[in-house]
T-cell receptor, first 111, second 112 residues
Framework: GQQVMQIPQYQHVQEGEDFTTYCNSSTTLSNIQWYKQRPGGHPVFLIQLVKSGEVKKQKRLTFQFGEAKKNSSLHITATQTTDVGTYFC???????????FGKGTSLLVTP | AAGVIQSPRHLIKEKRETATLKCYPIPRHDTVYWYQQGPGQDPQFLISFYEKMQSDKGSIPDRFSAQQFSDYHSELNMSSLELGDSALYFCASIRTANTEAFFGQGTRLTVV
């Protein structure tokens, strides 16, 4: 079945530093979604990428979808303490119904 | 705006007991997902329903079952509970295929 791998598992940065998390799928994805989960909270949708090579930006966040539609990345420029949380990528299964999450990257930002 | 509602928020059960978790998706959303999330883990896909029919099945134990009712709410039934079933259980709904999933606040199940 589809496996979505994500690295790194943890990242600890100083406020103002950049952060990147990478997501790789064993199969070609129709689309990829990114979610953020704050400690004690529930996953919250950030963005969806659909096209090969697509790049989308949300303020300090930049999302990329690989040309082969098997990998994706999330880059945060100049992190802030409000960026703390776990970032998950998620892809639909071959059936199109299941949404499978990567292991997530937990980001800790210290002032 | 209406969100996904889950009940109860917290549940404590003893081993071998049963538990029923409820989920009320956002109105006019056609798909419901159930996830199990252990401490420090990613959400593990359990099962999904599209228009009240089971659409996909993930790592759901045989002791668990789920269904979606005519009013689109869904219930996850868990029997013969084990200590390892202690986790946060999320329900999520989507309006249509390949769109963003809206998650409920989750039900924290503790099996003692």
């Amino acid at each position: 079945g589809q496996q979505v791998m994500q690295i790194p598992q943890y990242q600890h940065v100083q406020e103002g530093e950049d952060f990147t998390t990478y997501c790789n799928s064993s199969t070609t994805l129709s689309n990829i979604q990114w979610y953020k989960q704050r400690p004690g909270g529930h996953p919250v949708f950030l963005i969806q990428l659909v096209k090969s090579g697509e790049v989308k930006k949300q303020k300090r966040l930049t999302f990329q979808f690989g040309e082969a539609k098997k990998n994706s990345s999330l880059h945060i420029t100049a992190t802030q303490t409000t960026d703390v949380g776990t970032y998950f990528c998620a892809g639909n299964s071959n059936s199109g119904y299941a949404l499978n999450f990567g292991k997530g990257t937990s980001l800790l930002v210290t002032p | 705006a209406a969100g996904v509602i889950q009940s109860p928020r917290h549940l404590i059960k003893e081993k071998r007991e049963t538990a029923t978790l409820k989920c009320y998706p956002i109105p006019r959303h056609d798909t419901v997902y159930w996830y199990q999330q252990g401490p420090g883990q990613d959400p593990q896909f359990l099962i999904s329903f599209y228009e009240k029919m089971q659409s996909d099945k993930g790592s759901i134990p045989d002791r668990f079952s789920a269904q979606q009712f005519s009013d689109y709410h869904s219930e996850l039934n868990m029997s013969s509970l084990e200590l390892g079933d202690s986790a946060l259980y999320f329900c999520a709904s989507i309006r249509t295929a390949n769109t963003e999933a809206f998650f409920g606040q989750g039900t924290r199940l503790t099996v003692v």
